[in-house]
């Protein structure tokens, strides 16, 4: 008996530790395997099945980049020709993918964003009902928050309760008679690009002028001193960054349906991230400059950056916590975030309405004898803004 315990013993003794190492590596392997499988085949399967049960149309699931091909495929398609100045339907330009699936499939359609199944919503009520929402029911795309978070970690990206706890935050900025504050800094901006483009035209009576890059700059600057108040030069450099970043997240989203692509060290995800930053940096610099400012009580919080630290602060103590509600990090990501909205959106919907005016200059000159006669030569306010009719009409066609 002791013998053969014996032989036992030095059976064990002579595999080779290289052995045990390698079937350790296979193992995890088949785990990792396993893993793959259910995340990116059985589970976006299954989740196809019950949604279909429900009566959701949409499109089929295809391993493992499900619909990122044929959404980049018809963005390059309908890019490759210059749009019809006559036409207004940008819907096919823009988005073709979710127009072909809405024509398809209905007005609430399945998509796919790789293995991560995506409701594409263009029914009124529900739309409505979701935008309305404030408890944070409906989840954000999973797959593309890490994109999403090197642009702006703020509210697009919360769930659950943080998001229902920024939205209260962030909602004080937004409030009237907030907004009527901040109408002198949306003037003096103006009144600038206005008198540059004066200054460029000298004595000739018509001069060309490219307006996309004007209007970024003009909703840079716009944002900066709306956001930051006296720190707004400091803030230019931030829009310059946010631009370059927009930009950037175009381009990952092109390669977005390769597994994995946005953690290679590629030169694009490394100019992102090294943005990113940046960008940070600078922005905690000047939330440090308005905290010292507060303490000592000479800080002016008329702008965003200070209404939305005495909201977090408030929040805090009628919570009956010594610690603000958002940190630093939150409030750095909630002003990335007013940039990266505030100003590509804003600097489209300009320059679309100086196209759309020089093809209908009858509507130019409705409104321009309106702001004329209610404003003269004096700076506009909100109440003058309330009475230009022409103009609000305009606006509301133009959106």
């Known amino acids: 008996m002791g013998s053969s315990q014996g032989m ?21 392997a088949l785990w990792c395997s396993c893993r793959v499988l259910a995340a990116a085949w059985l589970g976006p399967r299954r989740v196809a099945r019950a949604l ?14 499900g619909d990122m091909k044929e959404y980049v495929r018809l963005i390059a398609a309908a890019c490759s020709e210059p749009m019809p100045l006559s036409s207004h339907a940008i819907t096919v330009r823009v988005v073709p ?35 309305a929402n404030k408890h944070g029911q409906f989840g954000k795309q999973k797959s593309i928050l890490g994109i999403e978070r090197l642009l702006a970690n703020g509210l697009t990206t919360h769930q659950g309760d943080k998001w229902v706890t920024h939205r209260r935050i962030i909602s004080h900025a937004f409030h009237l008679e907030k907004l009527k504050r901040m109408l002198p800094a949306f003037a003096a901006c103006s009144a ?50 946010q631009s370059e970043q927009a930009q950037n997240a175009v381009k990952m989203a092109n390669v977005m349906y390769i597994p994995g692509y946005r953690f290679l060290p590629t030169k694009l995800n490394t100019r992102m991230k090294a943005n990113a930053r940046e960008v940070e940096t600078l922005l905690k610099g000047i939330i440090r400059k308005r905290e010292r400012a507060m303490k000592d009580g000479h800080a002016d919080n008329d702008d965003l950056l200070g209404v939305m630290m005495e909201s977090n602060i408030r929040e805090a103590q009628e919570a009956g916590s010594s610690k603000p509600t958002m940190t630093t990090d939150d409030i750095v990501g909630e002003l990335k975030l007013f940039y990266f909205a505030g100003m590509e959106t804003t600097a489209v919907l300009l320059t679309w309405a100086m196209v759309v005016l020089s093809m209908h200059p009858e509507w130019q000159d409705r409104a321009r004898e309106e702001v004329l006669r209610v404003f003269g030569k004096n700076q506009p306010d909100s109440e003058g803004i309330n009475r230009l009719k022409v103009v609000s009409a305009a606006e509301q066609i133009l959106i």
């Open 192 to 241: 600038e690009l206005v008198s540059r483009w004066g200054n460029s035209m000298g004595s000739s009576d018509a001069q060309e002028i490219d307006v996309w890059p004007e209007f970024q700059n003009l909703t840079g600057d716009a944002i900066s001193r709306v956001a930051f108040g006296s720190s707004f030069s400091e803030g230019r450099k931030i829009f310059q960054l």
């Open 8 to 28: 036992a013993t030095l059976g064990l003794s002579v595999i080779p530790p290289w052995s045990l190492l390698c079937a350790l590596g296979a193992l995890a």
């Open 97 to 131: 993918f979710d127009h072909g699936v809405i024509r398809e499939h209905g007005k609430v359609a399945l998509t796919w964003f790789g293995p991560e199944p995506r409701v594409v919503v263009t029914d009124p009520k529900l739309f409505r009902e979701i935008l």
């Open 52 to 65: 279909r049960s429900q009566g959701l149309r949409g499109t089929a699931y295809r391993f493992p980049s």
